[in-house]
């Protein structure tokens, strides 16, 4: 293998996996670092800077940096990196005064369609740079899905109207009650650049025989909405939820608290095929909501307009070699009788209200082509981010791509090349304090994950307010914390230093180092000393070695930042250095885009 | 020295042995030894050699005497058993172990200094008997425990760090102990694990006495220029001769395509060593043409590795003394101390 270049902010990105899977790069083991020591605002800074939403995050983000998480291959369980965010957000001190102010206007007007996470983060990266913000929302609240369909018992509207108020008090001009009908006349209204951040607002209906013979088969997001404005305040005791996602987990725990004894999730396909997360599962199950695998929905049963239940064709797979399931046979009918059912089968994103004939080229979704870099279309100064772009995603997601859009816009309006984008900088910095002494907690902490504490099951039903995630306690955080490796505490090398003593890779207590002839990758990963299997976890080859000519190469899987390898090398050939990724945004100060005008 | 210990977490698809340990199960107590110090990489092959020959730890005693090198035991094989004694001493402990019960595999692990200079006369005499043990000498050149003066194994005219030249010539370890008729001795490099590993588990399954020579050099006292005994130094002068290649008991051989002369030997319990001759030369069985050849080699500076003479049909101290086979503390105490009547009958032989 050519030795690698490690000069290239990719690859110590990439060795933090958790910074590496997370949309928006927040910088984890940063973070965790600053709670370790008490700095909870400054935490709580180094998230709102990537992710913006640090408070409603902590409580409910998707999370793809915990799956990624490095602890997870070592010791089953990762890191509880959401839950630490939350910490953050919770004992955070006001952190008003050291947010930028709205810089003085440049001139430039940017009309937002939507008041969801896209459009705030938009809003949030181009007010400080003078722009002047108009966001139309149809709702009489901003927040988009975030208010409207995540259930307040998980995220508390305090909590995210505190974080909305942070962007929105600043000087956006936010327009609630007014819900862009055209395109065009948006577009005739002079604003330097558009952006959309409309969400994708339709949720899927499923057309089966007395599918409209009943007014109590509700459409899970339309359901949650009227649950959120206080519009639906009750429902039946037997309830069928249809899907078993996310929507469909928040459907049936709502469901829960507006009288419904009896609920079930009715899952097409086994277990381990769901598409709702392991925790959301766990919460709903810990509610006592039955899930009954392998139900096909057939038919609606109504009797004189009352809705009687459903019935569904049970099914049965093989499960084959390669662990797919095999074509579905059909066992039995069977009939659960129900008073409501509500349908969470997904979302589509829907734009009736942009014209046909602007120059924009709609795809065969009936959604806009947008490119997945510079977030912009055919037409000039339009912009889209969040669900609306590339249908359902997550908050996280919504939020990176306002970050993007924003660098777009920014230049855009500057008149620049939107597509040549600012790149991404590492910053490396060592931590040797003393001989065998390291800036960081260096020692690995075997504790296995803190789990969340609940409100208990006889309270949390009173009211569908009551948050049932009660945070970590300090006891808790101070253990959580001590399980992050510090994977971006970098273990750097220098060839040049190494005299081939063999003592970095006989103390690594993972194996990951080893010293051999180069070879192609395919025979390095055989030749190492422990399975070198995970093909998604990267090899750092050196230059040849000074003595023997044979490489130094470092299989970053397992690593556990120990530090090990640099105390037991005699030369300093390995160092123990902090990555910094250095993330363009917007309002950059020496952001390649300024503007000049106004 | 490091503030943490080793943390226990490790590989989760780490390789197991025959035994079902992980190399981890073969480790010690955290070394104290400078970083960098060829004998923790001593003591890793050795872990390695114990973890591919599937013996359990506590099958194993440890023996050593006094110096870097002699701290080692305390780094390797922490489940194992083991006697840290004085200063060159170790030869008579581990006759004294060996005797008691000859059912532990025994290793020795000592210094040049330990062994070449204070303790010579027992190292020479525990290879005169034969003590059925694995002797390691990790041999640096100096002293490097009382801060690197020259150990008699120092080259003459090597350098010391602040510059004087050594005055003496050295004792060549394996030539004395060849000429005293060890049936086993090898050579070998701490910063080559490839030939280090084999060569002691060929030694460990040798019955006699087994002494490896290994280059081990001293980072903090003896690794600089002008020293015969560093990284950099044995590196350019190594001379490989036989590569012992272990083959254990019911192991397939996998015969490698490498130029020279393959031929093996069958050890005392049943494995077999692969001698893979790089230089054709070379026997290793000939004792005589085994001594010329390290002089010769050892007169123009190169420093000769691999098995260099290896008896097969050695007869260790048991066989030699017919003593019982059972461990000393397994006896029935009746034949232990067969009581005064007997020893009556003895002292009568005298009379
Ligand atoms: C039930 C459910 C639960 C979820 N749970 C989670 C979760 O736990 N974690 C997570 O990360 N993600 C979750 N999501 C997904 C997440 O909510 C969305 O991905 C995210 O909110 C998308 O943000 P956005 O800004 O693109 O759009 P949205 O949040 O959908 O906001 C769009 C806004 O635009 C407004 N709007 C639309 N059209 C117009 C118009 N023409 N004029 C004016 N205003 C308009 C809407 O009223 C809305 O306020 C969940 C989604 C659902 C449906
Ligand atoms: C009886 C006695 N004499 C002298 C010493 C001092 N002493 C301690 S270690 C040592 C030499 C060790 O050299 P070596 O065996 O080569 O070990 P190294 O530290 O080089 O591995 C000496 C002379 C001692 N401990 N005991
Ligand atoms: S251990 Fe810490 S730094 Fe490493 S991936 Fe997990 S959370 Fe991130
Ligand atoms: S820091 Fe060094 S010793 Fe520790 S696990 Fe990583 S490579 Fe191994
Ligand atoms: S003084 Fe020399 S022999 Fe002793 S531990 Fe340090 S490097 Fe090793
Ligand atoms: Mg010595």
Redesign the pocket.
């Known amino acids: 293998m050519k030795p690698t270049n490690s000069s290239d902010p990719d690859h110590f990105h990439r060795v933090v996996d958790c910074q590496w899977g997370c949309p928006a790069h927040t910088d984890v083991p940063r973070y965790i670092r600053q709670i370790a020591q008490g700095d909870f605002t400054g935490a709580y800074l180094e998230n709102r800077k990537s992710n913006v939403f640090p408070g409603v995050l902590g409580r409910v983000c998707d999370r793809p940096c915990e799956p990624a998480c490095r602890r997870g291959r070592l010791d089953e369980t990762p890191v509880a990196i959401c839950r630490l965010k939350r910490v953050a957000a919770d004992l955070s001190d006001d952190i008003r005064d050291k947010l930028p102010p709205k810089g003085p206007s440049n001139g430039k007007r940017i009309a937002c369609v939507g008041a969801g996470c896209a459009s705030l983060t938009v809003a949030n990266d181009l007010l400080p740079l003078g722009y002047d913000i108009t966001i139309f929302e149809q709702h009489d609240k901003p927040g988009g899905l975030m208010r409207t369909n995540i259930p307040s018992f998980r995220l508390p509207a305090e909590v995210l109207d505190d974080e909305i108020n942070l962007i929105v008090e600043r000087g956006v001009d936010l327009r609630l009650n007014t819900a862009v009908t055209s395109m065009t006349e948006l577009l005739d209204e002079g604003f330097d650049a558009v952006f959309v951040g409309t969400g994708a607002p339709r949720g899927k209906d499923l057309e089966l025989p007395g599918r409209h013979d009943s007014d109590r088969i509700h459409i899970g997001i339309d359901w949650l909405e009227s649950v959120a404005f206080d519009h639906t305040e009750e429902i039946g005791e037997n309830v069928l939820i249809i899907g078993v996602g996310n929507t469909a987990m928040d459907c049936c725990r709502s469901a829960l608290r507006l009288g419904g004894k009896n609920v079930s999730v009715l899952a097409r396909k086994p277990r381990g095929w769901f598409k709702a997360s392991a925790w959301e599962l766990e919460d709903a199950e810990e509610e006592d909501v039955s899930i009954l695998i392998n139900h096909s929905p057939k038919a609606f049963i109504v009797e004189d307009g009352v809705l009687k239940g459903m019935t569904f064709d049970k099914l049965h797979y093989d499960i084959t070699d390669n662990n797919k399931l095999s074509k579905p046979q059909v066992l039995e009918e069977v009939f659960l009788p129900c008073d409501d059912v509500i349908l969470a089968i997904g979302q589509d994103n829907a734009f009736p209200w942009i014209e046909r004939d602007i120059g924009m080229r709609f795809n065969q979704y009936d959604a806009p082509d947008v490119d997945e870099v510079t977030h912009g279309v055919e037409v000039p100064g339009v912009f889209f981010g969040g669900d609306s772009a590339f249908g359902p995603k997550n908050i996280i997601w919504a939020v990176e791509h306002g970050h993007r859009a924003a660098i777009s816009i920014h230049k855009y309006c500057a008149g620049e090349d939107i597509t040549e984008r600012p790149a991404r900088g590492m910053n490396l910095l060592s931590t040797k304090m003393g001989i065998h002494e390291w800036s960081y907690s260096n020692d690995f902490d075997d504790s296995e994950r803190r789990q969340m504490r609940h409100v208990e099951l006889t309270e949390r039903f009173k009211n569908i307010r009551i948050e049932v995630e009660l945070g970590f306690d300090p006891e808790q955080t101070a253990r959580e914390v001590e399980r992050c490796l510090n994977c971006d505490v970098q273990t750097v090398f220098s060839a040049k230093d190494c005299i081939e003593c063999d003592a970095c890779m006989d103390v690594c207590p993972v194996y990951c180092l080893t010293i051999t002839d180069n070879c192609d990758e395919a025979d390095l990963r055989t030749r190492l000393r422990a399975p070198a299997s995970n093909a998604e976890q990267i090899l750092f080859v050196s230059d040849a070695l000074p003595q023997t000519g044979k490489v130094m190469v470092k299989d970053e899987n397992l690593c556990i930042h120990c530090g090990l390898c640099a105390e037991r090398c005699p030369t300093g050939a390995w160092d123990m250095r902090k990555s910094q990724l250095i993330i363009p945004y917007a309002t950059d100060k020496e952001g390649r885009c300024q503007l000049t005008t106004g | 020295m490091s503030y943490i210990t080793k943390p226990a977490i490790t590989h989760p698809d780490l390789p197991r042995n025959a035994v079902g340990l992980t190399l981890r199960d073969y480790e010690g107590s955290m070394s104290t030894l400078c970083a960098g110090c060829g004998?923790d990489s001593v003591s890793a092959a050795i872990m390695q050699a114990y973890f591919e020959l599937a013996i359990e730890p506590h099958r194993v005693a440890k023996v050593s005497?006094?110096?870097?090198?002699?701290?080692t035991p305390t780094y390797f094989l922490g489940g194992a058993h083991g006697f840290n004694s004085?200063?060159?001493r170790m030869p008579s402990i581990a006759t004294g172990a060996n005797a008691a019960n000859r059912q532990l595999q025994y290793i020795g692990v000592?210094?040049?200094?330990?062994?070449?200079?204070?303790g010579l006369g027992q190292f020479a005499h525990a290879i005169r008997r034969n003590v059925n043990m694995l002797y390691m000498l990790?041999?640096?050149g100096?002293?490097?425990?009382?801060k690197g003066?020259f150990?008699a194994?120092a080259d003459k005219g090597s350098k010391a760090k602040k510059g004087d030249a050594n005055a003496y010539s050295p004792i060549d370890p394996a030539l004395l102990a060849i000429s005293l008729g060890c049936t086993f001795v090898g050579r070998s490099f701490s910063g080559d694990k490839e030939h280090l590993v084999p060569l002691i588990k060929s030694a460990i399954s040798h019955s006699g006495f087994a002494l490896l020579d290994i280059i081990?050099p001293?980072v903090t006292f003896n690794d600089h220029e002008g020293s015969t005994k560093s990284y950099a130094h044995t590196r350019e002068h190594m001379r490989e001769t036989v590569y012992a290649d272990f083959v254990g008991q019911h192991e397939e051989i996998v015969t490698r395509v490498e130029p020279g002369e393959y031929r093996q030997v069958t050890m005392h319990d049943g494995s077999r060593v692969g001698l893979r001759r790089v230089d054709d030369t070379y026997d290793p069985t000939d004792r005589i043409s085994a001594i010329s050849y390290i002089e010769k080699y050892r007169a123009g500076g190169a420093v000769v590795t691999g098995l260099l003479y290896v008896e097969e049909s050695s007869e260790d101290m048991h066989s030699t003394l017919g003593s019982a086979e059972q461990a000393m503390s397994d006896l029935p105490y009746e034949k232990l101390n067969p009581g005064a009547e007997a020893l009556k009958r003895i002292q009568a032989r005298w009379r």
């Open positions: 004998h005497g006094i110096g870097c090198s002699s701290k004085v200063h060159g000592s210094g040049d200094g330990d062994s070449l200079s204070i990790e041999n640096n100096v002293y490097g425990l009382t003066q150990s194994s081990s001293c």
